[in-house]
């Protein structure tokens, strides 16, 4: 094995998610020296570590994997939407066909990386103790890394069972009969609510703020139709690459106010009734660009989940008169029986802006109008997203500056993938790419090809190091808070933004001027001789 003694490895990634897979299978094929540090036992990436009941992707399948044929050919999932389990497998045929678990190094979580100047190259030690060493480092750790929960009174005296989602039992938790507390009503926080309301005894949710969420429509997949979706699949990859978001669909080039009321009407019935992001990601091209053309949408979403919410005091608290914030500003999730489940008399919404949190007991939670006791507490409160991952990592570059200190004010990257003072390091999904807009293997592929062919330059050219700049990053960094500021995103308090940690500074994360723009950046800087870096 390759370690401080015995050799140095071109490249070490870390995560075994779709970002770093795909790093370690197409470095390989170019000749580098690669290896894969993950902290969990197994792949699956984010769906390792959510494997709540009811995880499930917000992305159909078909575009939910890597687009190369010799994959896609002979996979297909068994629902439309798969559940973390359905992607684990996907993940292990993977692994089966391009042959990658011989070159991850599992269960083994990497706690520091300091730049040599010197020798230009790496030191990586993890939590097992070993040290490796690297001529560059990719760092693929994901938007969702670093699990956060609320520094709630009395947290950590809760006596029964208690987890953060992200960080759920991989044996399971049987919540069947059980009085369960699910605080969080984002994309885990419905997914959660949905599976426990089929045996749970009572279920309690705390709601900060409304999800706006949209019908999955889900679909058990049969052999004939498993093939039937691969029809077209090339002309779906192709399209997803093209698309603001990954997908493989997007905006109507025309505006709300375009075209008459009832053709509105008309194609949000149509979106709706199709189900996934289409309301989202496939809607008027000013829908999130402008406030009156988003009311219309949030009033027709509004009214749909009135019509099926039958009790009118929670129909309110989960659809109010007035948006919480604009539509489609905070991610919405894809729901299956969200809005019907609610309706059942054993679940309860609390609204933790009317009622709100005191502290967390021995036996539950005590809000402003008493204790409820639970059997299960579930924290599905999201995540120090984007950074996280990377910051909770020692990361240290030259003149011992280290990366959390350096972003602990405001964050700089070019591109989201690479930052000035840290050589031969760069990130794929990371803060400041399209990361949290974006269906996670497409930009495991789109930013990943950046990645390697990169790599790949500096080691043809001969080159032993390559840096970012002030310059190009501050550049960056502009144009990601002037898109972000041309938009209505900064209406919601959203881990886009980094607005969801008490205390963190709010500034952009995520890359909001869609895939092909970000594309045409890359390319601007590859035409001018990789002008944002100094390679030497
Ligand atoms: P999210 O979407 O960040 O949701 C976290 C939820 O937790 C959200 O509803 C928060 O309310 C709520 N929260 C956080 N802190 C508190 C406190 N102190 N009290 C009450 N409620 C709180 O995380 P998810 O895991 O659901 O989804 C993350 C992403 O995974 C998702 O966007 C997809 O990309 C997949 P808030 O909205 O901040 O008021």
Redesign the pocket.
Known sequence: ELDETNGVLDVLVVGGGFAGLYQLDQLRSRGFSVKVVEAGDSLGGIWYWNCYPGART?STGQIYQYSREDLWKEWSYDELYPSWSGVRDYFAYVDGKLDLSRDIIFSTRVTSADFDGERNQWTVRTDTGRTLRARSVVICTG??AKP?I?N?KGLNSFAAESHH??LWPQEGLDMAGKRVGI????????QVTQEAAADAEQITI????P?LALPMRQQQLTGQLKEKLKEHLPERFAQRRRSFAGFDMDFIQKSVFEVSDEERADTYEQMWATGGFELWLANYQDILLDEHANRTMYDFWRNKVHQRVTDPVKAEKLAPKDPPHPFGT??P?LEQNFYDVVNQENVDIVD?NEDP?ERISPTGVQTRSGLREFDILVF????D?NRGGITSIDIRGTNDQLLSHKWSERLDTFMGLATAGFPNLMFVYGPQSPA?FCNGPTCAEVQGEIVVDFLTHVRDGGYQRFETSEDAEQSWTAHVEEVFHMSLFPRA???YHGA?IPGKPSQMLNYSGGLPSYFDHWEENVAAGYKAFTLS
């Not at 605080?183 to 885990?188: L, W």
């Not at 705390?206 to 703020?209: G, I, K, V």
């Open positions: 917000d938007f969702g956060y609320p709630i989602t992200a605080i969080g009503t984002g994309s885990s926080g419905v705390f709601q900060r703020t999800n905070k991610r999730s933790v949190i599905a409160t999201g995540f997203a949290g308090k959203s881990w969801n």
